[in-house]
């Protein structure tokens, strides 16, 4: 399942990101890519490490941490330290998977990931292309968002970022852990979390019936979830 979350950061952020992103180094993109994807990737990246990329990274991990529907969806153990890409003059991602399995940045600790984002930081209309296609049960779903939102696509599914061939497109771009690794419990479990989150202001508080979801919703985390 892919979802969105509208304005992660806001439009004065993305201003500010935008500003010290836009004025700093770019490197090849391709350097840090594996093997099979190094062939399909035509984009440019900020030094991971870069004291830049840390800084804007720990904000974006800070406003993650107050995003309830973030949290509901992700239900995130560990959170790859955000990276930022850049395309323009035809730069694309041709169509891949993510690694199973990455290390964290300077440690031997690796993380699996279970879910990939994108937080896109250019307005659509700042480019032409630059779409994520993601490849899911339903056919291929193509996502380009207003700057400050985040798009969350299971880490399994085969997807490409198409050719921009106007402007240029910047992200921030990550991978998550989650607690629960299933695809589908952890669909389920966000199902239910968001039906009880819109009833719960329709009802008392001590209602049995909202009572009894709110239990079911934790007996089944406490089933799924491996901390
Ligand atoms: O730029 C994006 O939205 C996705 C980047 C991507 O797929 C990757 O770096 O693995
Ligand atoms: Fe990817």
Do not use: C
């Amino acid at each position: 399942m892919l979802i969105s979350i509208d304005q992660v950061l806001t439009k004065d952020e993305v201003r500010q990101f935008r500003q010290e992103l836009d004025a700093s180094d770019w490197n090849d993109g391709a350097a840090t890519a594996g093997t099979l994807a190094k062939s399909v990737k035509r984009n440019q990246q900020v030094a991971d490490g870069s004291a830049l990329a840390v800084r804007l990274g720990q904000h974006i991990l800070r406003r993650l941490a107050a995003t309830p529907l973030f949290i509901s969806a992700a239900l995130p153990r560990t959170i790859y330290p955000p990276k930022f890409n850049r395309y323009a003059d035809g730069g694309t991602y041709g169509a891949h998977v993510d690694s199973a399995l990455m290390f964290l940045p300077g440690s031997s600790q690796q993380m699996r990931t279970d879910l990939s984002a994108t937080l896109f930081l250019a307005e659509p209309e700042e480019y032409d292309g630059g779409e994520l296609e993601v490849e899911g049960p339903f056919g291929v779903q193509a996502v380009k968002l207003g700057a400050g939102d985040m798009v969350l696509y299971p880490s399994t599914s085969l997807h490409r970022v198409t050719p921009v061939t106007r402007g240029a497109r910047v992200a921030s771009f990550f991978w998550i852990e989650s607690l629960v690794q299933d695809e589908g419990e952890r669909t389920l479990l966000f199902d239910l979390d968001q039906s009880i989150q819109q009833m719960t202001p329709l009802v008392a508080p001590d209602d049995m019936r909202l009572l009894q979801l709110t239990g079911v919703y934790h007996n089944l985390l406490r089933r799924w979830a491996k901390p």
